[in-house]
């Protein structure tokens, strides 16, 4: 991984004596150190309990001595927080190294030195306070950053504080402990306020978005995680924090979703219909069982094997470099995609069928349970999203592509799935006539029993799935996704 500003920084007139080696010059490059300290060597320093072990002849020899808190990468895109000792023998050259580390930390513009901090204590499972005291302040500590905590005491919480409380101009960003919810609510907040504040009408499908220019940092404490995990490349807390304090950035795709002119929510991930919304609107039941409802909800779905009739409008992106096919991954750090954006070629293409799912991956949405994501090569800031149309197949055809999602296999590949990058999208299912199309709630059941009467051969899928929208559910089936 490749960071743009790298000064490097050779230590030759210092001995590092930590991790038992002698006399090894060290090379530790300035966007990758953390903090510095200077060791008061005489009297043994209190944090660094590896000093006082050292023999009496070599603390003679090198009175005086500093630390360098640094980045190392280590197994999986994971980082670590790792220390170096110098040692020297004269007390002015060794004040000199430490100030002028400190200056160049300093001159490091885009690292946040004032962070605003929600915290979901009910994300995953209920660790977000601990894993934030534990491993996330003790470094944000480290590394002179402040920070103003608050743990959420209700569902939407954080949402509205970003919205309309919060003193967004004291941070220098905000870090969200949760899971894919809860950085949703974060988006939400942020983009909300920035779009009031520009005068952007969040109602309107066809206005644009005016970008937020703080900063969304997350730390996994969810279910899912695939938001932190598809960026990052792994779900770790500590990899996460380094990364915040370090100060890496990352554009990200949002897609509005619309009902009829209104709007609904905010998607960064996944949109799914048919599969994906019915293992969420069963998950939610089982919120007590943690993580593993998912894999609870999702077997009990599998089984179930409901498919939705429906048409679905799109207009494809033709005037990008790349394809949902294509081997090549984007995550944070490895590269930016700078496409061509966004003259519209070609018009909308329309697909009536019967779906076992219809997902829209604006990123990945790799995670633990699927390394490699719903769409691997789907990218995280190009302005469009990866259509996936699962059509009706059997459970077994299903079951096989479900599996090549956990193995190199390509799970488009199969003559029952297509995938298309679009711009924008529609839903329609069928049973819904008109604009004035009935409200999900309340009918749903009501005309399902209807088509079965109607249709006494019918293997009694009902005519309405719910779309899962980073994990929430939305309350209407026909959506325009732009
Ligand atoms: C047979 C194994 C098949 C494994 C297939 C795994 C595909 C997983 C792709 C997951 C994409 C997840 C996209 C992320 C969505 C999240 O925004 C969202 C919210 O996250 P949060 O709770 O952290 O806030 N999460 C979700 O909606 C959860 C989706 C989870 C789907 C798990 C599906 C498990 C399927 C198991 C099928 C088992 C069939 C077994 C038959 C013998
Ligand atoms: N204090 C709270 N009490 C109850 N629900 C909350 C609280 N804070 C946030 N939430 C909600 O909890 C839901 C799940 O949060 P999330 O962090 O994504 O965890 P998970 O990954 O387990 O779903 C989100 O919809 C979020 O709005
Ligand atoms: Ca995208």
């Known amino acids: ?62 009175p005086y001595a500093f630390t360098v808190s640094y980045v190392e ?47 979901n204590p009910y994300g995953g499972k209920q660790q977000g306070e601990r894993i934030y005291e534990q491993k996330v302040a003790p470094l944000f500590t480290l590394a002179s950053i402040s920070t103003h905590v608050i743990v959420t005491e209700h569902a939407n919480h954080a949402r509205d504080h970003l919205r309309t409380e919060a003193e967004l101009k004291k941070y220098d960003g905000v870090v969200c402990v949760g899971g894919d919810g809860m950085f949703s609510e974060m988006v939400h907040g942020l983009v909300s306020r920035t779009q009031r504040d520009n005068g952007v009408d969040q109602n309107s499908p066809e206005e644009k978005l005016v970008p937020c220019t703080l900063r969304i940092g997350i730390i996994p404490a969810g279910s899912t ?43 960064v991930s996944l949109l799914g219909y048919g599969f994906y919304g019915d293992v969420l609107a069963d998950s939610e039941r089982k919120r007590w069982m943690g993580p593993a409802r998912y894999d ?37 750090g ?82 029952f799935v297509e995938v298309h990058r679009v711009r924008r999208f529609r839903f329609t299912p069928r049973y819904c006539q008109s604009d004035s199309e009935l409200d999900l709630r309340e009918n749903g059941k009501k005309l399902f029993s209807q088509i079965c009467r109607d249709h006494p051969a019918c293997s ?11 994990g929430e559910i939305l309350p209407h089936a026909a959506i325009e996704v732009g």
């Open 460 to 470: 009694c899928s009902p005519a309405y799935s719910s779309w899962n929208c980073d």
């Open 334 to 415: 490895y590269h930016q995609p700078l496409f061509l954006l966004p003259e519209y070629k070609g018009g909308w293409r329309v697909i009536r069928g019967k779906f076992l799912a219809i997902n829209a991956a604006s990123m990945s949405c790799a995670c633990p349970r699927s390394p490699k994501g719903l769409s691997p090569a789907a990218h995280l800031a190009d302005g469009t999203t990866d259509l996936i149309l699962v059509r009706k197949c059997s459970r077994f055809n299903f079951l096989r592509h479900l599996l090549r999602h956990t193995s190199k296999y390509d799970q488009f590949d199969m003559t």
């Open 225 to 267: 995680d695939c938001i932190c995990y598809a960026t990052v490349g792994i779900n770790d807390p500590v990899t996460s924090a380094l990364h915040i304090i370090v100060g890496d950035a990352q554009a990200m795709d949002v897609c509005s979703v619309h009902h009829n002119n209104t709007f609904l929510r905010y998607s």
């Open 73 to 119: 990468r280590a197994w999986q895109h994971r980082w670590r927080c790792s220390d170096v000792t110098f040692h020297c023998l004269e007390g002015a050259l060794c004040q000199q190294w430490v100030q002028t580390i400190r200056e160049q930390l300093t001159a490091l513009t885009s690292r946040p030195k004032h962070l605003l901090v929600y915290i």
């Open 1 to 62: 991984m490749h960071h743009p500003f790298k000064v490097g920084f050779c230590f030759p007139k210092f001995l590092r004596r930590d991790k038992g080696e002698s006399g090894t010059s060290h090379g530790v490059s300035v966007s990758e150190i953390l903090a510095v300290r200077e060791l008061d060597v005489d009297s043994g320093t209190k944090d660094d309990g590896r000093w006082q072990k050292m023999p009496q002849k070599s603390t003679e020899a090198y």
């Open 296 to 332: 609870f909800s999702g077997f009990k779905t599998f089984l179930t094997h409901h498919y939705y009739e429906g048409t679905v409008s799109f207009l494809p992106a033709t005037d990008i470099l790349g394809t949902p096919r294509d081997k090549t991954r984007c995550r944070a």
